[in-house]
């Protein structure tokens, strides 16, 4: 158990939704972060934030946007959603940087 | 940019064979490297790490690194295979601007009987 968690685990939706993400860092990780795991793109760093402030932006969609809170979870929206939006989104953390991510289980989302 | 190139995607071997998964790295500064492994149906976690410190590097489950600068290389090996060895494995480097890892392709390693 890596100490992060990810909701919902699975989710299956249509083109055109929207859907959120949801992420819990580790106790005191103050680092969150998204990547986007698909078969042709392989594992995509798409946003990085530290203590509620964007730290890093990677390959994020337009129709994609994070953010994270005062009590540090982190949402990550997808909005219009299209078909090659299916993947595995992960959430990882870490505190002070010492390279060590810490990943979620992951989210699997299906866009029908 | 600092990236990396994991070569073969796919790695097959026996078990109690030697495991040997490649990677290259590109970087304009001392690299920090990384190896994590993600079995199915779970996220990614920490294999083993490189910062600089000693050049072989020993992680968890038996496997270790060797840092290469002159190669530019950061080959994963493990003397014989356990078929739990079966997973994907993916090098990282760490952006010293960002904070962030950029992961290679991944390489899927297979254990037959």
């Known amino acids: 158990d890596s100490g992060v968690t990810q909701t919902p685990k699975h989710l299956i939706t249509a083109t055109g939704q929207r859907v959120t993400l949801r992420c819990s860092p580790r106790s005191g990780d103050l680092s969150v972060y998204w990547y986007q795991q698909s078969l042709d793109q392989g594992l995509q760093f798409l946003i990085q934030?530290?203590?509620?402030?964007?730290?890093a932006k990677g390959n994020i969609l337009e129709r994609f946007s994070a953010q994270q809170f005062p009590d540090l979870h982190s949402e990550l929206n997808l909005s219009s959603l299209e078909l090659g939006d299916s993947a595995l989104y992960f959430c990882?953390?870490?505190?002070?940087?010492?390279?060590?991510?810490?990943f979620g289980e992951g989210s699997r989302l299906t866009v029908l | 940019a600092q990236s990396v190139t994991q070569l073969g995607s796919h790695v097959s071997v026996s078990e109690g064979a030697l495991v040997l998964l490649r990677c290259n790295y590109s970087?304009?500064?001392?690299?920090?490297l990384f190896w994590y492994v993600q079995y199915p149906n779970q996220g990614l976690q920490l294999l083993l790490k490189?910062?600089?410190?000693?050049?072989l590097v020993k992680g968890i489950n038996g496997f270790e690194a060797e840092f290469k600068k002159s190669e530019t290389s950061f080959h994963l090996t493990k003397p014989s295979a356990h078929m739990s060895d079966a997973a994907e494995y993916f090098c990282?480097?760490?952006?010293?601007?960002?904070?962030?890892?950029?992961f290679g392709g991944g390489t899927r390693l297979m254990v037959k009987p």
């Open positions: 990282a480097v760490h952006d010293n601007a960002g904070n962030m890892l950029t």
């Open positions: 970087s304009s500064v001392p690299p920090y």
């Open positions: 934030y530290y203590n509620g402030e964007e730290r």
């Open positions: 990882a953390s870490s505190g002070v940087f010492s390279g060590e991510l810490f």
């Open positions: 490189y910062t600089s410190a000693a050049t």
